[in-house]
């Protein structure tokens, strides 16, 4: 195993569950989460030689991120949808229905503003590192987040929002 192959192993060991979860959140969907980041893992490891090591882990993101919005569109185009958490997986507890609310909630959000939520309110990023990752000015950031934060208030009421999103990382 040569020491580039070694350094990417190692990546993929260290963030692959932090970038699996930026996936399902960008995405709402288990099965599509472990493809956008497969497929984002595939596309660092064909530039791995170009990536910077310092940079490496908002590249994925971005790559997840752009790969996820242009899906979204390619099924809005064909309209497709995808399919949800299988019935079988009923939720047992408060905390799993809200968490499938507000899924539900995300994933009525356009894929730009989900990506925004995303990014900012989970992975905990700035609005400039929010704005790197999207390939977007800082102002789109902050547009994106205030349309995003209000239609989730709508959908879910501002005190479950505030609670959840305040919560993301509890």
Not at 14 to 28: D, N, S
Not at 33 to 42: F, G, I, M, R
Request: charged share 30%; aromatic share 4%.
């Amino acid at each position: 195993m040569s020491g580039a192959d070694h350094d990417f192993g190692a990546f993929v060991a260290a963030r692959a569950t932090t970038l699996l979860r930026v996936a399902y959140l960008a995405c709402g969907d288990e099965a599509e989460a472990e493809d956008l980041l497969q497929t984002a893992l595939e596309r660092t490891y064909r530039n791995w030689d170009r990536v910077r090591r310092d940079t490496v882990e908002p590249y994925v993101r971005r790559v997840i991120i752009n790969t996820a919005i242009s899906r979204a569109r390619r099924r809005a185009i064909l309209n497709i949808i995808p399919m949800r958490v299988p019935p079988e997986r009923a939720a047992r507890s408060t905390d799993v229905d809200l968490r499938h609310v507000l899924m539900d909630a995300l994933r009525g959000l356009p894929p730009r503003q989900r990506a925004v939520v995303v990014l900012r309110y989970w992975e905990d990023l700035s609005e400039t590192q929010t704005a790197e990752v999207l390939g977007c000015t800082l102002g789109t950031v902050k547009s994106q987040a205030s349309k995003a934060m209000a239609k989730l208030r709508t959908a879910l009421g501002e005190e479950t929002v505030e609670g959840v999103i305040g919560n993301a990382h509890a």
